[in-house]
């Protein structure tokens, strides 16, 4: 799938922190109709995501697709890689000079060199999400509907701790991927989730418990395809997702003009369900155009990467103009929950 990779050379650009960078790869894949055919769709790939959200081996593939809930018969349906993910082979040694936010202006640079002013959707889960908050703050008029996914509009003092661990992992460790995964693993996931799946059985071939072989099993799967330096930099992305850019004032989100479709996971215990809540009681106080569902699952953070019914419906209204009704008598009742 990389043969189908696309480039944008971003020249000249100068992070938040004052670094200056001669020449960002900006690099994308496109689903569906061609650019200036359909609506567009901008999805946001999670930390050790890419752009290879559709087709036959794409992560996001029940979702994307020929007569899926997001038909890619109806829409343009576009994915960057974040710059320094190596999907592309470009690395960035120099992580500490970014933030998220420099990279929803580097997407936004990209938008403009394609020629897109407005999305129908912009879409995001984890990492990915964060970015779309920036973005959208960055530029209030980008889109018509902003789905941020598993995440919020800011790294929480809980997120940020656990970026820390995974920092010092990826600094210190004799195997730095494999064993920041590891750990990784158990936010991602649910001590019910563990239960469910492994009931304190064994490997039958040696003496770890299954729960300690799927774990070094990821370590070792993630270790095999993804390169130090991309893990150091999406981790410094993560920790520093913050629309107010350190100014304490969520005003920000007030101006952004789109219908803004916030969806949580109740057993998140990396973006937790709370803080979601939280955001929507803020934004809903003065606009109407802010939604909040909420996924069910025991799996915890990765319940966006499993729960494709929950998704479809939640997406349904959203990207299927006859299934707009459904979704307003759905949303009555969750919105009633939460103000009060």
């Known amino acids: 799938m990389k043969n189908n990779l696309s480039h944008i050379n971003i020249l000249s650009y100068v992070t938040e922190s004052g670094t200056q960078f001669s020449d960002i790869r900006l690099s994308y894949q496109l689903f569906g109709r061609e650019l200036g055919t359909a609506p567009v769709i901008l999805v946001n790939h999670a930390l050790t995501g890419n752009s290879n959200v559709a087709g036959d081996s794409g992560w996001w593939k029940d979702i994307i697709g020929v007569d899926k809930v997001i038909d890619i018969n109806s829409y343009s349906i576009l994915c960057f890689n974040?710059?320094?993910?190596?999907?592309?082979?470009?690395?960035?040694?120099?992580?500490?000079?970014?933030?998220?936010?420099?990279?929803?202006?580097?997407?936004?640079?990209?938008?403009?060199?394609?020629?897109?002013?407005?999305?129908?959707?912009?879409?995001?889960?984890s990492l990915g999400g964060g970015i779309a908050w920036e973005m959208a703050v960055l530029h209030p008029n980008i889109t018509k509907h902003l789905i941020p996914i598993a995440t919020d509009c800011k790294s929480t003092d809980w997120l940020i701790a656990n970026c820390q661990i995974q920092e010092l992992f990826l600094t210190n460790s004799n195997n730095p991927v494999h064993d920041a995964r590891m750990h990784a693993m158990l936010c991602y996931r649910t001590p019910e989730s563990f239960k469910q799946r492994f009931h304190r059985s064994k490997n039958e071939e040696s003496t770890l418990f299954n729960v300690e072989s799927w774990l070094?099993?990821?370590g070792k799967k993630l270790q095999e395809r993804y390169q130090l330096a991309s893990y150091k930099l999406m981790n410094q992305l993560l920790k520093t997702i913050d629309v107010t850019d350190e100014h304490n004032d969520e005003e920000v989100l007030k101006y952004i003009n789109a219908e803004i479709h916030i969806i949580g996971v109740d057993s998140d215990l990396f973006f937790t369900a709370e803080e979601n809540r939280e955001t929507f009681k803020e934004l809903a106080q003065n606009n109407t155009n802010v939604t909040y569902n909420e996924i069910n699952s025991v799996h915890g953070h990765d319940a966006f990467l499993i729960e494709y019914d929950q998704l479809e419906n939640i997406f349904a209204p959203i990207f299927n103009e006859n299934e707009k009704t459904k979704k307003n008598e759905g949303f009555k009742v969750w919105r009633e929950i939460i103000i009060k």
């Not at 040694?93 to 403009?112: E, H, N, P, Q, T």
């Not at 394609?114 to 889960?125: H, I, K, R, S, T």
């Open 216 to 218: 070094l099993h990821h």
């Open 82 to 125: 974040i710059p320094g993910n190596g999907y592309d082979d470009f690395l960035i040694d120099d992580y500490k000079s970014f933030v998220a936010r420099d990279i929803a202006k580097i997407f936004l640079l990209g938008l403009k060199e394609l020629g897109v002013e407005q999305l129908f959707a912009l879409v995001g889960g």
